[in-house]
């Protein structure tokens, strides 16, 4: 027995639109991620003199430590999302390891502080010295000072 009311094969089921239109969607939807992803602004920074240059001068200032969990760092992560607007400055750059950046994503926090906190707590990081008083960054150099001169 024949169904009475067949959905046409042009059209995909519970839809209005042809597949026609809805190829055309995709086809417009892919042209505009290329126009994204060939804007420099957007595509090749990470790989430009400038930011190669900024990279190495955030991990010689931080002298290569993670300043979120200690760990050795290998990389420079906005503290404010360069995605959400963040500037490529020295005071919103901090060396973190892998780890913490990744981890990290470009989610906002209201400090550097917070952001750490967060880290610590997510990552279930142990041993972190506490900036009760003086900086972060001086507590993990005397850390790796005296790890240094005990082995």
């Not at 969990?69 to 060396?95: F, W």
Request: proline letters at 3%.
């Amino acid at each position: 027995m024949r169904r009475k009311h067949k959905t046409p094969s042009r059209y995909y089921a519970g839809s209005l639109r042809s597949k026609y239109a809805i190829r055309e969607e995709r086809k417009q939807a892919k042209a505009e991620r290329a126009k994204y992803d060939n804007d420099p602004a957007n595509h090749n920074f990470y790989h430009s003199d400038f930011w190669k240059s900024l990279h190495k001068q955030v991990i010689e200032r931080d002298q290569g430590i993670c300043q979120y969990c200690g760990a050795t760092g290998t990389q420079a992560d906005h503290i404010y999302p360069r995605s959400k607007g963040g500037k490529d400055a020295m005071e919103n750059l901090v060396c973190a390891c892998k780890g913490c950046n990744k981890r990290a994503g470009a989610r906002i926090f209201t400090s550097f502080e917070s952001k750490r906190r967060w880290l610590v707590k997510v990552r279930h990081v142990e041993g972190v010295i506490e900036p009760a008083s003086g900086t972060l960054r001086d507590k993990l150099r005397a850390r790796r000072l005296a790890e240094a001169t005990a082995s």
